[in-house]
């Protein structure tokens, strides 16, 4: 027996581009037979609807209620409710688990951290920070940020993404060893951009976010919701955008191909 999860989620309470509250997700995802679910808003640093002009710890308030609005929902339905956010650099964005409203309000210098502070200090505290969508090209984008040492994880699949940039990913992490999430990136109940639901399937249930960081760490116990053939591999995958990767150091490599992209580390 396996027990599904949805690990990127978007909700209104706090990200821009979300049609759906957290209370309608519940049963929706309850009825696909999902034990859980992870709601990953939008961070302040993205594409967040909170407003700029309040009080930080107002701001984390007004942030946090999307999760609490589903929590809620959830607890009166059976369905597992987590904590998590999405925050964004340079276009590049991170998905972030296994830390609480507390932390946020404690930390409102996070807004001002580099790649390798956000990651150091995540990490020292138990936290999880996965790559969301690492080769995600859009028209809004001039170049593509891959940062395989500010993270634990890659987002391999991503129901946001064309499979072609799903596949660029998967591939870069199986060949560097890197571990991989999926998830639906879903914004609307519903909907998604490629009509695939994606998540994470478990060998045992989890019970809190902190078992969703230590069995993504552990890189055992889990599988990809995914279709196998949206990730396989197919001739003619390649790049639109210039392909950076970002050392230890996290100074940023060009690539100039194909083969130049899945080389670099």
Same mark, same amino acid.
């Given at each position: 027996?396996?027990?599904?999860?949805?690990?990127?989620?978007?909700?209104?309470?706090? %990200?821009?581009?979300?049609? %759906?509250?957290?209370?309608?997700?519940?049963?929706?995802?309850?009825?696909?037979?999902?034990?859980?679910?992870?709601? &990953?808003?939008?961070?302040?640093? #993205?594409? +967040? +609807?909170?407003?700029?002009?309040?009080?930080?710890?107002?701001?984390?308030?007004?942030? +946090?209620? #999307?999760?609490?609005?589903?929590?809620?929902?959830?607890?009166?339905?059976?369905?597992?409710?987590?904590?998590?956010?999405?925050?964004?650099?340079?276009?590049?964005?991170?998905?972030?688990?296994?830390?609480?409203?507390?932390?946020?309000?404690?930390? !409102?210098?996070?807004?001002?951290?580099?790649?390798? &502070?956000?990651?150091?200090?995540?990490?020292?505290?138990?936290?999880?920070?996965?790559?969301?969508? !690492?080769?995600?090209?859009?028209?809004?984008?001039?170049?593509?940020?891959?940062?395989?040492?500010? +993270?634990?994880?890659?987002?391999?699949?991503?129901?946001?993404?064309?499979?072609?940039?799903?596949?660029?990913?998967?591939?870069?992490?199986?060949?560097?060893?890197?571990?991989?999430?999926?998830?639906?990136?879903?914004?609307?109940? #519903?909907? &998604?951009?490629?009509?695939?639901?994606?998540?994470?399937?478990?060998?045992? !249930?989890?019970?809190?976010?902190?078992?969703?960081?230590?069995?993504?760490?552990?890189?055992?116990?889990?599988?990809?919701?995914?279709?196998?053939?949206?990730?396989?591999?197919?001739?003619? &995958?390649?790049?639109?955008?210039?392909?950076?990767?970002?050392?230890?150091?996290?100074?940023?490599? !060009?690539?100039?191909?194909?083969?130049?992209?899945?080389?670099?580390?």
């Amino acid at each position: 027996m396996s027990y599904l999860y949805e690990v990127h989620l978007h909700t209104t309470a706090a %990200s821009a581009c979300a049609r %759906s509250t957290g209370a309608e997700y519940i049963p929706y995802y309850k009825n696909l037979g999902y034990d859980g679910i992870i709601v &990953t808003d939008h961070f302040f640093n #993205g594409n +967040c +609807c909170v407003p700029k002009d309040l009080p930080w710890e107002e701001r984390v308030d007004i942030f +946090c209620s #999307g999760y609490e609005d589903a929590k809620a929902a959830g607890d009166r339905l059976g369905l597992k409710v987590f904590f998590a956010w999405e925050c964004r650099f340079d276009g590049d964005e991170y998905l972030v688990y296994g830390l609480d409203k507390q932390w946020l309000k404690d930390h !409102p210098d996070i807004m001002e951290w580099d790649h390798v &502070t956000h990651y150091e200090k995540i990490r020292a505290d138990g936290g999880l920070v996965v790559q969301a969508h !690492p080769f995600r090209e859009r028209d809004y984008l001039s170049e593509v940020y891959v940062h395989p040492h500010q +993270c634990d994880a890659f987002e391999v699949a991503n129901s946001g993404n064309p499979h072609e940039q799903n596949r660029m990913a998967y591939r870069y992490a199986m060949e560097h060893h890197i571990t991989m999430t999926a998830g639906s990136d879903i914004h609307h109940v #519903g909907r &998604t951009d490629n009509g695939m639901l994606y998540g994470m399937e478990f060998d045992k !249930p989890l019970n809190s976010i902190d078992d969703y960081v230590r069995r993504v760490k552990s890189g055992s116990g889990f599988s990809l919701h995914v279709p196998p053939e949206h990730l396989a591999w197919e001739e003619g &995958t390649t790049n639109h955008l210039p392909v950076f990767i970002f050392d230890r150091d996290n100074t940023p490599i !060009p690539t100039h191909s194909i083969d130049d992209i899945f080389a670099t580390f």
